[in-house]
């Protein structure tokens, strides 16, 4: 089992920065990628980030070079960091653990408005 606990979400003007961190506690060991994700109010959920435990990402076109996700191994939390915010990138958004098992955050809401 493992347990995901979101922080760091918040409103935040356009071309601002936020950081969110996930907290993985239970039996992390055998964690094999971690992600992000995020739901927009009427869309799907859809993919932000990856990090495997080789440290291997993989970016949504729509977040790369304005979006780093890093930890994972590091003292059991997940990071993403977010620059260059846009209104579109208002959404909820989850911590994902691929243990075999899929695990998922509470999420927290990041809002981008003027």
């Known amino acids: 089992q493992v347990q995901l606990v979101e922080s760091g979400g918040g409103l935040v003007q356009p071309g601002g920065s936020l950081r969110l961190s996930c907290a993985a506690s239970g039996t992390i060991f055998s964690i094999i990628k971690m992600g992000w994700y995020r739901q927009a109010p009427g869309k799907e959920r859809e993919l932000v980030a990856t990090?495997?435990?080789?440290?291997?990402?993989v970016y949504a076109d729509s977040v790369k070079g304005r979006f780093t996700i890093s930890g994972l191994n590091a003292k059991n939390t997940l990071y993403l960091q977010m620059n260059s915010l846009k209104p579109e990138d208002t959404a909820v958004y989850y911590c994902h653990a691929d243990q075999g098992a899929s695990y998922w955050g509470q999420g927290t809401q990041v809002a981008v408005s003027s």
């Open positions: 990090i495997t435990s080789s440290g291997s990402t």
